[in-house]
């Protein structure tokens, strides 16, 4: 299954491995479609691909660090 999600970290977790952390613990396979990082906010949006219940932890998992996560619809390379 795959997932697409806009990130926004906030200043602290911007040089954090949170994407890395993610995929290792719990086998989501993330591919960046677009990135825009700045001294004080980063912005991904990513598809991720896994097991459904795999997906719903990571993305939980992602949040519990203090990421902002927003589910995509439609294309998100535009």
Same mark, same amino acid.
């Given at each position: 299954? #795959?997932?697409?999600? #806009? ?7 911007? #040089? ?40 719903? #932890? ?21």
């Amino acid at each position: 299954m #795959k997932e697409r999600v #806009k990130l926004t970290f906030p200043q602290q977790l911007i #040089k954090e491995p949170v994407i890395f952390r993610m995929a290792k613990q719990f086998g989501v396979m993330p591919n960046i479609r677009r990135a825009r990082v700045t001294e004080t906010i980063g912005e991904m949006v990513l598809e991720l691909e896994g097991a459904p219940e795999d997906l719903n #932890k990571g993305i939980e998992f992602l949040r519990s660090q203090g990421v902002v996560v927003e589910l995509v619809e439609g294309d998100i390379v535009e």
